[in-house]
């Protein structure tokens, strides 16, 4: 006898249990399964060993999460149909669907498209493929939807999809100031006048929430070394498109090289499938071949770049430095022992990074249900000072005497 659901054995939660139906149907969709090729991180897996989950992994638990708070809204007579709650299930489920390869490392550098307008085309694709099944599903995610509480679980300053990547980015990297209490949370969720809130009695798992939120920033998303990793990644792949438009280089992935020779592909509105069935081809296992290839290119900087990142030979990245780029461009066009052919410029990169802590003041605000029935910003009521400025911080990074002499000694002279 054919069962009606089906388990997953998820190392976070325990058993994910999904019933049979659309939901599932998602799921086994070949252009879902490329998600357990796309990992959730990028390219932090360099710095914690560890953190190899994908994308698969944290909508599974996503969609778990949404699960549980409909339990519990609906325990406290929140109105919500079995047609809404199918529809949130599957906004949540597809929230993500649009990354592309190591997910915002090299987001938009296919498509000039965000991954969340993406996610929307792919959701409405499957809604002409089950005709009318996702109706509900794209109004939530849109925020279309009457009962705005519905896409605030999705998308807010304490919303499910936060929730699960903290959970499961800590528990992946064995970085401990990311665990969060998402099953108090959860249960102290309400909704008041069609807008999502938390009763005071949670507040304080609302401030280790938003404490968490900025570490694992600071610590995990943000981490020198794991910046690094990703700027290497872009400039590698620009310098890959940069020889392949100019016949310097060629490689044989017929979709990389769609994406490279149309940089702001035809509307997909007109054609979506055409779009979408390119973008579904590609995924981490596709970058990385490239890469691996290229440690052989004969361009010296392409080849510096897959080296680096193919033996972990990463640049040096810096926060806050005093270093300036004429200074590093000068020494390393100065050094007897670095021929660098004239690219030293090409190898300092400068920019900036910033987190908040907290929003106040904006759409979504997260309100608490005071003890007294009335609702107040979290800030009014929180014991804990709200840092509600934007923290910014600059860097610079610059490759190492070690995989420039590397290069030198191991140069290819063949593509």
Not at 97 to 123: C, N, Q, R, T, W
């Amino acid at each position: 006898m054919k069962s009606n659901y089906k388990i997953f054995n998820d190392p976070v939660y325990g058993f994910i249990t999904i019933p049979q139906g659309i939901l599932l149907d998602v799921i086994d969709h070949p252009w879902f399964q490329r998600l357990r090729r796309i990992k959730q991180t990028g390219m932090t897996h360099l710095v914690y060993p560890g953190a190899l989950h994908t994308r698969f992994h944290h909508l599974l638990g996503a969609l778990h999460l949404a699960m549980q708070a409909v339990d519990v809204l609906q325990q406290k007579g929140v109105d919500i149909s079995e047609e809404e709650r199918e529809g949130l299930y599957l906004a949540i489920l597809l929230h993500d669907i649009g990354h592309g390869p190591f997910s915002h490392a090299l987001e938009k550098h296919f498509v000039d498209l965000p991954h969340e307008e993406i996610s929307l085309l792919y959701m409405k694709y499957f809604n002409a493929l089950w005709p009318g099944k996702l109706d509900i599903a794209i109004q939530i995610f849109s925020d279309q939807y009457p009962k705005a509480f519905l896409h605030q679980l999705i998308s807010g300053q304490i919303d499910l999809d936060r929730m699960d990547y903290l959970k499961r980015d800590s528990f992946y990297t064995g970085v401990a100031e990311g665990v969060i209490g998402h099953d108090r949370i959860i249960k102290m969720l309400h909704v008041i006048d069609g807008q999502l809130v938390v009763e005071e009695k949670g507040i304080y798992s609302i401030e280790k929430f938003l404490v968490a939120r900025r570490l694992m920033y600071w610590q995990v998303y943000l981490h020198k070394t794991s910046l690094s990793a990703e700027l290497m990644l872009q400039h590698f792949w620009q310098r890959l498109k940069e020889l392949v438009l100019t016949g310097q280089y060629s490689i044989s992935n017929p979709t990389l090289n769609y994406f490279i020779h149309h940089p702001t592909p035809p509307d997909p509105s007109t054609d979506p499938s055409s779009l979408l069935q390119r973008y579904a081809s590609i995924d981490d296992i596709d970058i990385e071949y490239e890469i691996k290839r290229a440690v052989r290119a004969q361009d010296p900087l392409l080849q510096l770049l897959a080296t680096g990142l193919n033996e972990r030979l990463l640049f040096s990245l810096e926060y806050n430095s005093t270093k300036s780029k004429t200074e590093l461009v000068k020494k390393m066009n100065q050094s007897e022992q670095l021929n660098m052919q004239n690219l030293s410029d090409k190898l300092v990169w400068q920019g900036f990074e910033r987190n908040i802590f907290y929003q106040s003041n904006v759409k979504d605000e997260i309100f608490i249900l005071a003890k007294s029935g009335s609702v107040k910003p979290f800030a009014e009521l929180s014991e804990f000072e709200m840092h509600q400025k934007i923290i910014e911080k600059k860097f610079i990074c610059y490759p190492k005497n070690k995989l420039l002499l590397h290069l030198l000694n191991n140069s290819k002279d063949f593509d």
